[in-house]
């Protein structure tokens, strides 16, 4: 394989990973919510006081949003990422096939 190609594979692999991690961190965020969830019944049930809970609800919650955005930040990234790398495989494909017909 030529070096552009090794990079585009290369570049590939870590795109994976980084889908990877992204499904991993949404599903962080989503036992952060249920957790999030079964505390909120729990904290009423020992009758905790509610401002307390509240604050501990809004805290997490801003935690949430924060992986959230973040998370955007690195789908948005990955788009990007993917369509270069799309792009490069084209534009070998297409050197390929001038090389090939320059052989002929």
Do not use: H, W
């Amino acid at each position: 394989l030529s070096t552009a190609q090794k990079a585009s594979q290369q570049q590939a692999l870590e795109m994976e990973e980084r889908n990877r991690e992204l499904e991993e961190a949404k599903k962080r965020c989503e036992q952060l919510q249920e957790l999030s969830k079964q505390q909120e019944g729990q904290l009423a049930e020992q009758g905790l006081d509610m401002q307390e809970r509240l604050r501990e609800l809004g805290e997490l919650s801003a935690r949430v949003a924060e992986q959230a955005a973040q998370m955007e930040v690195l789908s948005s990234d990955l788009s990007t990422s993917q369509k270069a790398s799309e792009q490069q495989a084209l534009e070998m494909e297409e050197r390929n096939r001038e090389l090939e017909e320059a052989k002929k």
